[in-house]
């Protein structure tokens, strides 16, 4: 078995040669990866304008005290009038400023008396007045390449008038189960040695959130033609397979003879010295990647979101969201193998500074998945690491 740090080393350096594109609709934008710069086409605003509800004026003309109101500008005005020096120009938010002024003062700060306003508290020169400008200026790229469209981004295309965007197509993620023990959803218990799938619903949820197209193929019985049957089926259809159980070295787990043998896939790796995991493996054919998990519940979720999400992202020219981050230990911390370790722990964020522990968290085998729900992240610690004292800064996986 190899070190974590290896195999996540050879993890990154696996390519997608060839990334999928395709033009999509703003709206149905969230959630992809943009496969273009968007770039300015324009000054925003293009015209100096208003930003509250207030009198345009000239800044040196407050010292006056009183103006006289010239006219009305409402938003929308395509007429932009030329601003009478001793004078103001009523101005709605919106509104493009009036030739000459420099300076609009809300009307929180004036009394209207009749056709005048009287100055109560001045402001300062260029208040509340939008530039050229101000939002972007034309040839700007306002949004890179490679990131994830969320509401923001697509109000900024909105405001290009950009309606479709080239982004880069989701992979398309099949998932399977494997073991002759397994239940699938709404199935008959008729054995105590019989347990309900929970593994492939779980990834399949996973692929869904971070960026990926999840293909469900259900549960798939332990033999080899079985499951040499389901996984090419798999391969044939999606960009990557991920199955979960039969890849340990028992008398049943056939899920690695059949990606060597019979998809003729590379493995790249197998075996990690990781808690929770070991038997994870990692294959590649052409563009294509096979992704084998452990039975266990929580180790198969754990395994999951280090060697699947990376895969996801790369097929979308970018990175996994997932980062490592400085927490403190409210409780001791036990480490309990010479193995990178993941473990499931409570996060919070208090003044500016987070803080871990372990309420509620079971301290058992790696099918305890009930210990991924709430706030949860993972602790991490290496090889080499040792138990910690609370107090003591650890480093975390934040979900």
């Given at each position: 078995?190899?070190?974590?740090?290896?195999?996540?080393?050879?993890?990154?350096?696996?390519?997608?040669?060839?990334?999928?594109?395709?033009?999509?609709?703003?709206?149905?934008?969230?959630?992809?990866?943009?496969?273009?710069?968007?770039?300015?086409?324009?000054?925003?605003p293009?015209?100096?304008?208003?930003?509250?509800?207030?009198?345009?004026?000239?800044?040196?003309?407050?010292?006056?005290?009183?103006?006289?109101?010239a006219?009305?500008?409402?938003?929308?005005?395509?007429?932009?009038?030329?601003?009478?020096?001793?004078?103001?120009?009523?101005?709605?938010?919106?509104?493009?400023?009036?030739?000459?002024?420099?300076?609009?003062?809300?009307?929180?700060?004036?009394?209207?008396?009749?056709?005048?306003?009287?100055?109560?508290?001045?402001?300062?020169?260029?208040?509340?007045?939008?530039?050229?400008?101000?939002?972007?200026?034309k040839?700007?790229?306002?949004?890179?390449?490679?990131?994830?469209?969320?509401?923001?981004?697509?109000?900024?295309?909105?405001?290009?008038n950009?309606?479709?965007?080239?982004?880069?197509?989701?992979?398309?993620?099949?998932?399977?189960?494997?073991?002759?023990?397994l239940?699938?959803?709404?199935e008959?218990?008729?054995?105590?040695?019989?347990?309900?799938?929970?593994?492939?619903?779980?990834?399949?949820?996973i692929?869904?959130?971070?960026?990926?197209?999840?293909?469900?193929?259900?549960?798939?019985?332990?033999?080899?033609?079985?499951?040499?049957?389901?996984?090419?089926?798999a391969?044939?259809?999606?960009?990557?397979?991920?199955?979960?159980g039969?890849?340990?070295?028992?008398?049943?787990?056939f899920?690695?003879?059949?990606?060597?043998k019979?998809?003729?896939?590379?493995?790249?790796f197998?075996?990690?010295?990781?808690?929770?995991?070991?038997?994870?493996?990692?294959?590649?054919?052409?563009d294509?990647?096979?992704?084998?998990?452990?039975?266990?519940?929580?180790?198969?979720?754990?395994?999951?979101l280090?060697?699947?999400?990376?895969?996801i992202?790369?097929?979308?020219n970018?990175?996994?969201?997932?980062?490592?981050?400085?927490?403190?230990?409210?409780?001791?911390?036990?480490?309990?193998?010479?193995?990178?370790?993941?473990?499931?722990?409570?996060?919070?964020?208090?003044?500016?500074?987070?803080?871990?522990?372990?309420?509620?968290?079971k301290?058992?085998?790696?099918?305890?998945?009930?210990?991924?729900?709430?706030?949860v992240?993972?602790?991490?610690?290496?090889?080499?690491?040792?138990?910690?004292?609370?107090?003591?800064?650890?480093?975390?996986?934040?979900?």
């Amino acid at each position: 078995m190899i070190h974590f740090d290896e195999s996540m080393r050879l993890l990154n350096e696996l390519e997608v040669k060839n990334k999928k594109i395709q033009r999509v609709y703003i709206a149905n934008a969230l959630g992809f990866v943009l496969a273009e710069d968007i770039v300015a086409s324009h000054n925003s605003p293009e015209y100096p304008t208003s930003a509250m509800d207030g009198y345009a004026l000239r800044f040196e003309d407050q010292a006056m005290g009183r103006l006289p109101i010239a006219s009305v500008n409402p938003a929308g005005n395509e007429s932009v009038e030329e601003l009478v020096a001793g004078s103001c120009i009523k101005t709605f938010t919106g509104s493009l400023m009036p030739r000459g002024a420099d300076t609009l003062i809300p009307i929180e700060n004036v009394t209207v008396d009749g056709n005048e306003i009287v100055i109560n508290q001045e402001v300062e020169k260029g208040f509340s007045v939008r530039d050229i400008g101000e939002n972007y200026a034309k040839g700007d790229v306002l949004i890179k390449a490679g990131t994830t469209i969320d509401f923001s981004t697509i109000g900024v295309l909105a405001s290009l008038n950009i309606v479709h965007i080239t982004v880069y197509k989701k992979p398309t993620v099949a998932v399977i189960s494997t073991g002759s023990e397994l239940l699938d959803l709404g199935e008959t218990q008729t054995s105590s040695s019989q347990i309900r799938s929970s593994n492939n619903y779980t990834i399949e949820a996973i692929v869904k959130k971070y960026g990926g197209e999840a293909v469900q193929m259900g549960c798939v019985k332990d033999d080899f033609e079985s499951i040499t049957k389901a996984l090419s089926q798999a391969l044939s259809q999606s960009d990557i397979v991920v199955t979960t159980g039969g890849v340990s070295v028992g008398d049943y787990d056939f899920v690695k003879d059949v990606v060597a043998k019979e998809l003729g896939a590379t493995v790249v790796f197998k075996g990690v010295r990781i808690k929770p995991g070991q038997h994870i493996l990692v294959a590649q054919k052409d563009d294509k990647f096979i992704v084998s998990l452990p039975g266990f519940a929580y180790s198969s979720t754990v395994t999951a979101l280090l060697y699947v999400l990376p895969l996801i992202y790369k097929f979308q020219n970018s990175n996994s969201p997932l980062e490592y981050i400085k927490a403190t230990l409210k409780q001791d911390f036990t480490k309990r193998a010479k193995k990178a370790e993941f473990t499931a722990c409570n996060l919070s964020l208090q003044d500016g500074r987070y803080y871990v522990d372990f309420d509620g968290k079971k301290v058992g085998t790696s099918a305890i998945m009930t210990n991924m729900l709430g706030d949860v992240s993972l602790v991490y610690t290496s090889e080499d690491d040792t138990s910690k004292k609370a107090g003591e800064d650890i480093m975390v996986l934040k979900l």
